[in-house]
């Protein structure tokens, strides 16, 4: 049998929604939806939602509800628009949108680049850990993936949090000099060299990618904000960025 909640994401999906006037959430909104839920929610922000009389209730962790202007009604899940090419996971629309607009805020200086040497086609960023076996497998690819014109970023996000050995060794690849040779390095297993006191970010990026819904690693985002969980081939990577695996224009 299938859930309330998934009935209720069955039924939006079936609405023909039109445009409408974003309208601001009620002021005391998340005061009735923490005093009908019996304990605070871990409420991030609240926005208006594409359809009238709902609003999106963003959680800490990436997790989105839909509420009533009064808090007493809850949807979980997604939110479908019933467009003329398709369905369109709203939901998924705006959560890519934050997610790349949180990514943008990363400067270059503070992630470690792979470049091609030639011209530069897309840019994935990846949150990597350099002790989780399927990042292992990913950069192993590096040359491929870069060979295709494709720039990999990384952030950092030790899966076992900012005060594990992970974070450790990630905080050594991020105060080398030379980062990119510092990270190869880590993969490959061998010692890096870096000054005893540096002022890393490897906790500043583990929050942002909790902040962004990383929940493992390695954790692939594409230039819209879409997050892949999980290792995929270069090869696959580079077709879903529409770009030709030969490496040719």
Known sequence: MRSRSTLAALALAGLCLTPVAFAKPPSDLAAKLNAHSGQPLPIESIDDSPLPGLYEVRLKGGNTLYADANGEYLIVGDLYQNAKDGMVNLTEQAANARRQALIDKVPEDQRVVYKPAGKVKARLTV?????CPYCHKLHAEMNQLNA???????????RMGPDSDAARQLAKVWCSDNRSEAMSAAFRGDAVDAPASCD????????????SGIQGTPAIIFPDG????GYLPAKRLAAMLGIDPSGES
């Open 127 to 131: 949150f990597t850990d350099t002790t």
């Open 148 to 158: 295709m014109g494709i720039e990999v970023d990384y952030l950092a996000f030790p």
């Open 200 to 211: 890393a970010p490897i906790a500043k990026q583990y929050q942002l990618g909790v902040e």
């Open 226 to 229: 879409k997050m892949v969980p």
